[in-house]
């Protein structure tokens, strides 16, 4: 039984698996988006989310240098934290968490394994909203659902108003 084993271990040793998650969290830093099996994308996501969140600035120059050196000994990989630390935080500095996304692609073909596709959420522009495009803001009321009525019933009052002025607006030869 596994009582309390959170950890996913991907059949590896420990040493193996730290390779294995600081190798991809390289790789996704560096292209924003891998594919690889959905084990593997859900025990990178929780592998990659803090380091993503040290990144955030902090008050101190002392403190920003500290998390440097943590993110450092977690990835190894001098190119990666410097992407991190200069081009991802300040994209995710208002982000309050949830910096990952999984897509589900299917099973691959040779051995069936099902596979995902994990990328950072704000360097999608299909998903998110893109560089320099404003989003429109609609206010969700929750409401009982006597008030579709009521909005169906002033669209079509609506709708009928228009077209009677249409019809009032051309002129008759």
């Not at 950890?7 to 594919?35: G, V």
């Not at 990178?44 to 990144?55: A, H, N, Y």
């Not at 949830?98 to 704000?122: C, W």
């Amino acid at each position: 039984m596994r009582h309390g084993n959170k950890k996913n271990n991907l059949s590896r040793t420990a040493s193996h698996r730290k390779a294995l998650l600081m190798n991809l969290s390289c790789q996704l830093i560096t292209y924003k988006r891998i594919t690889t099996t959905v084990a593997k994308a859900k025990a990178l996501r929780t592998f990659i989310e803090p380091l993503i969140t040290k990144t955030k600035a902090n008050s101190s120059k002392e403190a920003i240098m500290h998390n440097h050196r943590i993110v450092f000994s977690y990835l190894n990989d001098k190119e990666a934290v410097k992407e991190l630390f200069t081009v991802v935080a300040p994209k995710v500095a208002d982000r309050p968490g949830g910096y990952t996304r999984i897509i589900k692609l299917g099973a691959r073909i040779g051995d069936n394994a099902e596979m995902a596709m994990i990328e950072l959420v704000d360097f999608n522009e299909i998903y998110g909203k893109g560089i320099g495009q404003a989003t429109e803001t609609v206010k969700k009321t929750r409401r009982a659902g006597g008030s579709k009525k009521k909005a169906d019933a002033e669209a079509a009052t609506d709708d009928a108003i228009t077209e009677a002025e249409v019809v009032e607006e051309t002129p008759e030869a």
